[in-house]
């Protein structure tokens, strides 16, 4: 039987799971978000056994030297000796400069950080589709403020989804708290 060993517990491996669906399965404690290699939530590392690329393909190169993959990409496999990831490697500290409130909901944070950030500007939808550029035989899942998915379902179909495939989703943010009122249904506007 393959196993594998998280934080020196083995765990048997079903054929064609993840290191996280493993996990999961017996409820190790792991956390994962996106389990698409998206989120880099379920970063872990690896003392011994062989991480295939794919599993370190969207993380910075300095945590790949050190073992660091992604546990939703990497093929659970004999031999396989994993670790949490190390808080202090992971995270770096930061302190909050000001903080502007820029709409009812929403804020601006300026902090400066303790060592240089590894980020990348711009909006997650922006991003997502440089990595992709070619989506032909994908499905795209699209929700937002209005102008954000119509830019985005633009692109993706240009990136080769056909129509029926895009699934978008957009709204706005509604206050309702000072328009209730008893015995009046409230509709945001456009239903
Ligand atoms: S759960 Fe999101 S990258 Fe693995």
């Known amino acids: 039987m393959v196993e594998i060993v998280y934080n020196d517990t ?7 799971e993840t290191v996280l669906d493993t996990l999961f399965r017996h409820k190790a404690d792991i956390p994962y978000s996106c389990r698409k290699g998206t989120s880099l939530t379920c970063l872990v590392k690896a003392r011994d056994g062989d991480v295939p690329e794919q ?5 910075r190169p300095a945590l790949a030297g050190q073992g660091y993959f992604l546990a939703c990409q990497c093929p659970s ?3 396989l000796s994993i670790t949490s990831g190390d808080d202090a490697v992971l995270y770096r500290r ?3 400069q000001r903080v502007d409130k820029m ?3 929403i804020c601006r944070v300026t902090f400066r950080s303790s060592t240089p950030l590894y980020y990348r500007a711009g909006r997650a ?3 997502a589709f440089v990595d992709n550029p ?5 499905r795209a899942f699209i929700c937002g403020y209005p102008a954000m998915v119509r830019e985005a379902r633009k692109t993706a179909l240009m990136a080769g989804i056909p129509i029926p495939h895009i699934h978008a989703d957009p709204f706005d943010f509604m206050d309702l708290r000072s328009a209730e009122r008893e015995g009046e249904r409230v509709r945001p ?3």
Not at 10 to 16: I, R
Not at 55 to 59: E, G, H, V, Y
């Open 10 to 16: 083995p765990f048997s491996c079903a054929d064609g």
């Open 55 to 59: 599993a370190q393909k969207n993380i």
């Open 77 to 79: 496999a004999a031999g």
């Open 94 to 96: 930061a302190t909050v």
């Open 103 to 105: 709409a009812p909901d």
């Open 125 to 127: 939808d922006v991003a």
């Open 134 to 138: 070619d989506l032909s035989g994908w």
């Open 189 to 191: 506007d456009g239903w």
